[in-house]
């Protein structure tokens, strides 16, 4: 069965370390991966994706991930954190076969940044 | 540009009861998702609709159903309301049907089953 592991239920980071808030997924195919950001009261927020190419991707607010295909991983990184980053995160994956194009989640990562 | 909307906001339901729930779809996108979102876990993929038609369905019983008007809005419609179905359900479109393409989320609807 296709799922989608994010091991980590919350992080906590001091402002202006970096972060990482880890994914493992595991789909039959080759995969398209995603990360979002969900703030309280708010809708999803699309912040990257992996399509093809480069291992390192770049996002919206500084935010980048490494997909990893040996180890089926694909964490988000930060260099700098923010205490406006503080949200939960979450990652999802699409196996680029499936005909239902269907979207897998994970349960999401709270993410607290600390002044 | 106008983004994802949906529409209530809230909702109280009593089990055995029908509702639908709305989505208008950003401006230019054709395709449109439906999620089911529990309190504390991932969205569940429920189905998606392309050019009026659903192209993709996940796990979810027939009593899930839903359209997509000609302007690409959307309704999603559940009968026989079950105290499970309480959740945040969420509506998103993208630009085209693509497997690729990232998703733009509505703000969700809270439906509420007692």
């Known amino acids: 069965a296709q799922s989608v592991a994010q091991p980590e239920d919350q992080v906590n980071v001091a402002e202006g370390n970096p972060l990482t808030v880890k994914c493992t997924y595991s789909?039959?195919?080759?995969?398209?991966l995603f990360w979002y950001v969900q703030y309280p009261n708010r809708g999803l927020q699309f912040l990257l994706k992996y399509i093809t190419g480069d291992n390192l991707v770049k996002g919206s607010y500084g935010f980048e991930a490494e997909f990893n295909k040996s180890q089926t991983s694909f964490h988000l990184k930060k260099p700098s954190a923010l205490v406006s980053d503080s949200a939960l995160y979450f990652c999802a994956v699409r196996d680029r076969m499936d005909s239902n194009y269907q979207l897998i989640w994970g349960a999401g990562t709270k993410l607290i940044i600390k002044p | 540009e106008t983004g994802v909307t949906q529409s209530p906001t809230h909702l109280i339901k009593t089990r055995g009861q029908q509702v639908t729930l709305r989505c208008s779809s950003q401006s230019g996108h054709n395709t449109v998702s439906w999620y089911q979102q529990a309190l504390g876990q991932g969205p569940q993929f429920i189905f998606q609709y392309y050019r009026e038609e659903e192209n993709g369905r996940g796990n979810f019983p027939p009593r899930f159903s839903g359209l997509q008007f000609p302007n690409y809005s959307s309704e999603l419609n559940v009968n026989a309301l079950e105290l499970d179905d309480s959740a945040l359900y969420l509506c998103a479109s993208s630009l085209a049907l693509a497997a690729y393409n990232e998703q733009f989320f509505g703000p969700g609807t809270r439906l509420t089953v007692l």
């Open positions: 789909v039959s195919g080759n995969p398209y």
